[in-house]
């Protein structure tokens, strides 16, 4: 099995070969050439992001600056707006359903590291599965870790570090994110 595959499979794997190497290095090329792009060259930029993150649905938006690690691990559904400044570190799959708004300066981690240290000095890592359902709004500079899954119609409040699942129907924050409200899913403001 190649580093990629153990990578994209959430098993340990060393980053500093040279397929792994190449393709962040593709990317990093990707998102600068895409956070210079004159935001009215729409046509250009949407280009970009689709060889970026190939697999989306229709209108995904994202302002730049944004960064990520490989891109293909990004799954976007559809209808999607990301804000200024978001991270996305991308060695495994990353899933945002249909309907999410992303405020700025969020950072969405997959990438993960042993605990003993032995072991983490010989700079092997992992990763851990993000999934983010629909009709969800994460609230600015929120933290998002490996593992997460956050529920559909959730709300994550502004500056919240969410290190656990979060259920369909709440309005979490904090650090760590915890719930504070459960929501109606009638209208309301």
Same mark, same amino acid.
């Given at each position: 099995?190649?580093? *990629?595959? *153990?990578?994209?499979?959430?098993? =340990?794997?060393?980053?500093?070969?040279?397929?792994? %190497?190449?393709?962040?290095?593709? %990317?990093?090329? =990707?998102?600068?050439? @895409?956070?210079?792009i /004159?935001?009215?060259?729409?046509?250009?930029?949407?280009?970009? =992001?689709?060889?970026? $993150?190939p !697999?989306?649905? /229709?209108?995904v938006?994202?302002?730049?600056?944004?960064? $990520?690690?490989?891109g @293909?691990?990004?799954?976007?559904? +559809?209808n #999607?707006?990301?804000n @200024?400044?978001?991270?996305? =570190?991308?060695?495994?799959?990353?899933?945002?359903? +249909? /309907? !999410?708004?992303?405020?700025?300066?969020?950072?969405?981690?997959? &990438? &993960?590291?042993?605990?003993?240290w032995?072991?983490?000095?010989?700079?092997?890592?992992?990763g851990?599965?993000?999934?983010?359902? +629909?009709? #969800?709004?994460?609230g600015? +500079?929120?933290?998002? $870790?490996?593992? !997460?899954?956050?529920?559909?119609?959730?709300?994550?409040?502004?500056? %919240? #570090?969410?290190? *656990?699942?979060?259920?369909? /129907?709440?309005?979490? &924050?904090?650090n760590?994110?915890?719930?504070?409200?459960r929501?109606?899913?009638? @209208? %309301?403001l």
């Amino acid at each position: 099995m190649t580093e *990629k595959e *153990k990578m994209i499979r959430g098993e =340990l794997y060393m980053g500093s070969g040279a397929e792994l %190497s190449g393709e962040h290095l593709n %990317s990093v090329r =990707l998102c600068r050439e @895409y956070n210079a792009i /004159d935001p009215v060259e729409k046509g250009k930029r949407s280009e970009i =992001l689709k060889e970026l $993150c190939p !697999v989306q649905g /229709d209108n995904v938006h994202i302002e730049g600056p944004f960064f $990520c690690d490989y891109g @293909y691990n990004i799954h976007f559904g +559809n209808n #999607v707006y990301i804000n @200024y400044n978001c991270t996305i =570190l991308d060695v495994t799959t990353v899933t945002i359903g +249909n /309907d !999410v708004l992303i405020g700025p300066s969020v950072e969405i981690y997959t &990438a &993960a590291h042993p605990v003993q240290w032995k072991q983490r000095a010989t700079r092997i890592e992992f990763g851990k599965p993000v999934f983010i359902g +629909n009709n #969800v709004w994460i609230g600015g +500079n929120t933290t998002i $870790c490996p593992g !997460v899954s956050i529920g559909n119609r959730t709300i994550i409040g502004a500056g %919240s #570090v969410v290190t *656990k699942d979060i259920p369909d /129907d709440v309005i979490a &924050a904090g650090n760590p994110a915890r719930i504070i409200k459960r929501l109606d899913t009638e @209208y %309301s403001l």
